[in-house]
């Protein structure tokens, strides 16, 4: 994937976990990311759009920040519903189209 | 509240042609803000993107698939559709239809994000 995220990240109820997304000046440098939460056989769901804004009905415990090429998502408070795949996205200006990153499997100990 | 829906086949052939269609309901396809894509998660692997199309049928496409594509939108029916020719065994993926928000402009606006999906359906290529 253009863009790196870990495989996977862990943490037990209650605690703050942070899940990134590595690109470049093409992609995240210069466009704004967005993060998803992906439930087997769901629709994914938007979290994060414009680096840190959350659509309605998305709780706080959920934030994004960028930084340069880079971004994050963080969850506090973590719950057991948590538990899912998470992926980030962004305009990659030299494919010129959206890219996606590989997906981070988020487990709830 | 937009909702997308897909229709398709589950099953098809190699060598045959995909062809998928997407709903939207609850809003219009006609928005100017937004584009209309399609994204496939092969099995076991992450999200690609595959087209998006504006709704005066401007057409993008991935580069890694460019040439076996094609995206086209009906406004008369609220629906926008995908058509992958000449599919084998890696084009086996769950199919998304997804909206695209797009900002900086109210046409041709740049890319914001993935704002509604659909549930996605699941396409087979196997004889």
């Known amino acids: 994937s253009v863009l790196t995220q870990p495989p996977s990240a862990s943490g037990t109820p209650g605690q703050r976990v942070t899940i990134s997304c590595s690109g470049s000046s093409s992609n995240i440098g210069s466009n704004v990311v967005s993060w998803y939460q992906h439930l087997p056989g769901t629709a994914p769901k938007l979290l994060i759009y414009f680096n840190n804004q959350r659509p309605s009905g998305i709780p706080d415990r959920f934030s994004g920040s960028k930084s340069v090429s880079s971004a994050s998502l963080a969850i506090s408070g973590l719950q057991s519903e948590d538990e899912a795949d998470y992926y980030c996205a962004t305009w990659d200006d030299n494919l010129n189209g959206p890219v996606f990153g590989g997906g981070t499997k988020l487990t709830v100990l | 509240q937009v909702q997308l829906q897909e229709s398709g086949p589950g099953l098809v052939k190699p060598s045959e042609t995909l062809s998928l269609a997407c709903t939207v309901s609850g809003g219009s396809i006609t928005r100017g803000d937004y584009y209309w894509s399609w994204i496939r998660q092969p099995p076991g692997k992450g999200l690609e993107w595959i087209a998006y199309v504006y709704y005066s049928g401007s057409k993008y496409y991935n580069p890694s698939l460019r040439g076996r594509l094609s995206i086209s939108v009906d406004t008369s029916t609220n629906q926008f559709s995908l058509d992958l020719t000449s599919v084998t065994a890696a084009d086996t993926a769950v199919y998304y239809c997804?909206?695209?928000?797009?900002?900086?402009?109210?046409?041709?606006?740049?890319?914001?994000?993935?704002?509604?999906w659909g549930r996605g359906t699941l396409v087979t290529v196997s004889s």
């Open positions: 997804a909206s695209i928000k797009g900002y900086g402009s109210d046409t041709y606006p740049l890319f914001g994000y993935f704002d509604v």
